[in-house]
Structure formats: C-alpha cells, structure tokens
C-alpha cells in the first residue's frame, strides 16, 4: 500500500505555537516570516512551531525528529492538547481536536490516545500492575476488571513477575516496558511516544525499539514517535518528519530523504550515519522489469545494501536483478550501489561547515 | 518655648493650638523630667528631640500625644469588640466543646484504658518495640509522680488542636497550591503568625473572649501551629514531579483523580512534616496558654515559677520535654513509613 492510499489518522494544519505573554499580537508577524531569533529579540516571544502541515497516516509510525529545542516535544503535546496552540488545526479523524470541549477532550486522552514519556512518569506510590492499569482505573473501572487486561500488556511487553513491585525498585529498561505496557492497556488506537528510549543504554535501546516494531506488526496502531538520533529513526519510520526552530525542513519516506536531502541542515545530520547500513536497494536500483545481461544474482528491494556487498564479496563489476514478491522490479548495478554509499555531493562542497 | 513651635507657626496653626490646648493632657516624660531637675535645659543641636508626637504636642497642645494612639486603639478594640463576638462566639463555640469533652473524657477514663490505648496507637503508627518501650516508661514514670492528668490533659488539648489545624489547614493548603493569588495573599499573613510572639496574640484574643473559655487557648494554639501544615501541603503538592502530573493528564484524569489520586498521595511526606511541626508548635504553645487557664503540665511550670517552688517547676519541664519526644518520634516513625513505601 502505498503512501497515498492510507487514511490519513491525523491531519495538522498551518499549526502554530507562540510561548510568551501575548503570542497573538505576534502572530502576523511571524506568519509574515519573522525568525526565531528576531522574534526574540525584538519581541521577547519564543516561536515554538512555525506553520506546521503533516499528515499522520493510520498504522504507520511517524518520527518527528531534530536537534534539542526543534519543538518536537511541543508538537507531540499539541496532539492530545497538553499544550494550547497559537493557531491552526488538529484533526484527528476530521474532527478538530482544537474545539474540543473539557469532556470531550478527556475522552479523547482516556479512549483515543495514549502517550508514553522519556522519563516514564510512573506514578511512584501505585504498584507495577496498578500503573500498567491506570487508563482503565481512570475510566472508572474496579481492580478486579482491569486487573487481567493490565497483567496481559505487561506478559506481552515481558513483565511478567513483577506486578506487585513498585516502579523504583525496577531498572530503567523495565520501567520504559511498563509505561508501554500503561499505553497498550489504554488500547487506544494512537500512541504517543516522546523520546521514549532516549534515557535508556543503548543496547537497551535497541531491545525496546526491536519490541516496538514486534508489537506494532501484531497491533497496527498509529504510532507518533519522537526522537532525535538519527539511527533510531531510520530504523522506526515508515515516514519522517525533519525538525528545525519550529518548521518542518522535509518530511517523507526515510529512504527518500537520504538520497536526496533538500536542506544542509539534514546534510549535515545524515552525514554521520552509516549509509550501506540503512539505505535499502529499492532506493538505489534503476526501476525496470528487463532482465541484465549478466547477472550475478537475486537480492530483494528490502535488502540493505550492505547485504548486497557481502554478497558481492567485493567486487564493483557486478549486476543484480531485484525482486519483490517473486516478481523481478528493478537491477541494481555495483557501481552505482557504491556511487550511493557517498555522502550527497552537497555534503563534501563544504555545505558542512557553512550549516555548523 | 518648645523646639518645635515654628512648625505650627509656620502653618499659621497658632489659633488651632491654643483652642485645643486645655493643659489637662498628661505631661510628656521628657517635660517631667525637666520640671523635677528644675532647670531650662539650653536647646542644643546635640538635644534636638526627633518630631515625634510628644515632642509636636509640647509645641501645640491640640496636637494629640502616642498615648491617645493606644488608647484610640483601644476604644476602637472595645467598640467592634461586641460585633465581632456575636459572629465569632457561635462558630468557635464548638471548639470550647471539644476541648472540655477531651479534658472530661481523658480524666474519667480508667488509667488502665488510657495508657494502652496510647501504647496501641504508638505501636500502629510507628511498628517500633523501641518507641513502645520508650513511651510506656515515660508515661508510667510521669504517673509514677503522680503527675499522669496534668500529662493527659496537656496531650488531650493538644490531640484536639492538632487534629483541628489537619483539618483546616490541608483544605487552605490545597487551594493555596492551586491559586498563585491566593498564595501571595495567604503567605504575609502565615509570615505574620509565625514571627509573632506567642504572648502577643493572646492580647487581643483576651479582649474577644472570656478567659475561662477553653475556646480562648484553643484559638491560640490553632492560630500558631497551623502554619506549618499549610506551608508545607502547598509545598508538598507545588513540588509533585511535573511529568508526573502530565502523565495524569495525558490519561485523561480529572482534577479531583488528580489531586486525590497523584497530587496529595505524593505530597504526603511534606504533609506528615507539617503535622509533625504542627504537634511541636502546640507543645509550645500549650505550656504558654497555662496563663489564659489551658490546663495542663504548664499550670504547674507557672506554679513553679510563681511560687519559686524550683521542683515543681523542672520536674513539670522534663514532663514537657518528654511528651514532645514522644509526640516527635511517634510523628517521625509515621513519616519514615510512608517514606519508605513510596521511594524506597
Ligand atoms: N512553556 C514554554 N515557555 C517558553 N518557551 C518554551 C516553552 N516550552 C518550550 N519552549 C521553547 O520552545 C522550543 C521547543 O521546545 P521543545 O521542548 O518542544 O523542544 P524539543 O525539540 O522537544 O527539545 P528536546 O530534544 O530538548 O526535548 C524551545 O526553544 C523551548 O525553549
Ligand atoms: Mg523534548
């Protein structure tokens, strides 16, 4: 299915967010184009987002990503209304959350969102299994019903023996697990994720992104995810959204980005990574149904490239034929599999350092 | 000839001064003095008096001397007084009652129900064979000397107030967390309470009601120890982790979930030390209170003091000063629980 087919889960619209005493006398002039520094300055307003347009489509997972202070966490929290926009729209399902009134707005946190923090936000004093059960405790419901849905999430996050436990008396891998487990409990169709895996270790991290894409092949929620490391990115998005000051530099599929970033800004943050790791064959082969005249093998459009050079054992002479389903849907010579291992030109015509 | 004449001359006030000045007003100190040394002392820079009201009042005698401020102050005190004790006598008239049914109660219960009741109630809240111990020496030691219903009653006035100041205080503690006006307004006059000196707040009190009313030390203590309860419920909930309240509503809970379910649960150790401040600070006040009738361990430091029967006087301190042992570690054990359980 392609991009395009998908229904849209959450549509936000020329979202705007002003912090400061008086954000709607400085509105005009930032929709005229006043920067985040002047706007400062000048004005002593702090532009949080800048004309926001993204489309959230049901079941993917969306990562917002960009550097501290971009305004990842304060567009997240625009989604359930934690925070109050300056002007524009949310709609989730065609309805504007925006308008919503104080109970409606509670139905919608309890029944259509659920969030999971950086810093896990655990309720300290209510047991592992009273916390992975608080969006149902919320609605009213008595222990004993919620009780077998709560032990159910935190089985399948992997929690199984410690519900009478306390948060602190668990690591911080663990209490991450539960605070899934306190969003899955919720089954709200979307979910939230606010850096949810920056405070943990890195191989922890991995543990829990891997258990985030196991659970989201069985649950098909729509995930909004926000992180600003690059690798976790990549390995989440079925479409990313760049973030800088407050406006969406690029948004699209990640491969997509990768090859051809439109900002010296994402220049420079791709630059780092390890592209035979995440650039796929698709995003690299020439599209045709025509077989090659020689070919050394069959690889899939998902393959990673790095996949493909150890097949190729190292040599740069070779063609593959890409297939999908059975089906052949491109070649993939070596060579231009290496020409892609290159950062984008801009990177090395010293873009780099005019962007530090 | 006064240093400050060329005041009122200026103003061209002569007139005023002489019509009001009828030499019937008190003479200043400084003009007693002078008259007993019976010399003119030659006015001098070095001399010169500050414009204070006396010193005004020896230029003009219409003008009013300090004493008439007082004694304004007082005359005014008298004339609202009646007013505001049809209001205030009917709302703090339960208190009285509860105080003389605790005193009653506590006096003509049997000692052998007393005492273990005590002990009980030490033991649910602290779980310490130490502090059970502790507190059934002293008591038995303080009943030893026969001074058991000075002790009870000190310990019944206190358990009342202290309950009453709980219940006040958390409720004004809530709203001061919740209101930033409130709070600018609530805290000059929670400052002015506790910088006050206890004997001070006892004067006007004294005025409004009678001193055989026990409801007249009740106020007194309520006014000085409900301060630490309030102060810390507004800290306490104020300092509630705040990505632990967005959590709360991220899940879509209420205010009152909020507050019933996250915010005083996790303020609860600030709210055990305000209470525990709060039992110390009537202590305190208790033994000051024996001079407006509060019964108790107090009447007998006053004897001491009154009638130099030394004895008296440090035996009842030490009875004091063990009760407030007892009421500090008892609150502190209660504090270290709910500690514990929450953080472990
Ligand atoms: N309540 C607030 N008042 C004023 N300015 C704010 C407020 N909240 C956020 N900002 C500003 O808005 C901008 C975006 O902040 P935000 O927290 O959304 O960034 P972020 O991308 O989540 O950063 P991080 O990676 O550090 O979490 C920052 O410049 C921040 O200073
Ligand atoms: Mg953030």
Known sequence: MTRSEKTTKIAIRNLYKIFGANPASVLDKVKAGMSKEELMESHRHVLGLNNINVDIKEGDITVMMGLSGSGKSTLIRHLNRLIEPTAGEVLLNGENVVDLGPKELRRLRREEMSMVFQHFALLPHRTVLENAGMALDVRGLPRSEYESEAQKWLDRVGLTDVGAQYPHQLSGGMQQRVGIARALTSNSPVMLMDEAFSALDPLIRTDMQDLLLELQDELKKTVVFISHDLDEALKLADHLVILKDGFVVQQGEPQEILMQPNDPYIVDFISDINRARVLRVRSVMEKTGEAPAEVAGDVDRDDTLEEVIARSEGRTDLTFRVMHKGRQVGVLKMTDLVKALVPTAAAEDGLRSSAA | ??????????????????????????????????????????????????????????????????????????????????????????????????????????LNTPWWIVIPLILAVVWMVSKSWQLLGFVALSIGGLAFIDYYSYAMQTLAIIMVCAFLCVLLGVPIGIAMSRSDRLRAGTIPILDMLQTLPPFVYLIPLIFLFSVTEPKLYGIAIILYAIVPVIRLTDLGIRMVDESVIEAAEAFGMTDRQKLYGVQIPLALPNIMAGVNQTIMMSLAMVVIASLVSAPGLGVLVLRGINNLELGVGLVSGLGIVLLAVILDRTTKAALDRINAAQKG
């Open chain 2, 1 to 106: 000839m006064a240093t400050y004449d060329f005041v009122f001359e200026g103003l061209g006030l002569e007139d005023w001064c002489e019509a009001g000045g009828d030499g019937a007003a008190p003479m200043s100190m400084d003009a007693l003095m002078a008259q007993s040394s019976g010399e003119e002392a030659a006015p001098s820079l070095w001399d010169l008096p500050f414009p204070s009201m006396d010193a005004l009042n020896e230029a003009c005698a219409a003008f009013p001397q300090s004493r008439n401020v007082t004694l304004g102050l007082e005359n005014g005190f008298l004339a609202v007084k009646d007013s505001i004790s049809v209001v205030l006598d009917p709302i703090t008239q339960p208190l009285s009652w509860m105080l003389d049914g605790a005193l009653y109660a506590i």
